[in-house]
């Protein structure tokens, strides 16, 4: 089992930035694939940025490349989503999700989850 808690979330303006934390427990040396998903009222979750820990690779979705920046502390196991620039479309509740596989860009494909933070930019 793995424990996720986000933390980070807030208010701001357009333009501006926020830094998302993700602290992990549990059986983290077991998780490879993790990542930082939104979900915006009425609209389906949607993956952000997902990391696949064999690689070393970081997968973006377009519409946050070069704003947004994953990173993570293994040595204290935490994920960090640094956000930059930031537009009213980025509003949402943000998750943090991990699982043993890499799960790649679907959401289906990540068993943990925290609880999110919440986003909210504005104009």
């Known amino acids: 089992q793995v424990q996720l808690v986000e933390s980070g979330g807030g208010s701001v303006q357009a333009g501006g930035s926020l830094r998302l934390s993700c602290a992990a427990s549990?059986?983290?040396?077991?998780?490879?694939?993790m990542g930082w998903f939104r979900q915006a009222p009425g609209k389906e979750r949607e993956a952000v940025a997902t990391?696949?820990?064999?690689?070393?690779?970081?997968w973006y979705a377009d519409s946050v490349k070069g704003r947004f920046t994953f990173s993570k502390d293994s040595a204290k196991n935490i994920l960090y989503l640094q956000m930059n620039s930031l537009i009213p479309e980025d509003t949402a509740m943000y998750y943090c999700?991990?699982?043993?596989?890499?799960?790649?860009?679907?959401?289906?494909?990540?068993?943990?989850w925290g609880q999110g933070t919440q986003v909210t930019v504005s104009s």
């Open positions: 999700a991990a699982d043993e596989s890499f799960g790649g860009s679907l959401w289906q494909g990540y068993k943990y």
């Open positions: 549990g059986s983290t040396d077991r998780t490879h694939g």
């Open positions: 990391h696949n820990s064999f690689s070393d690779y970081t």
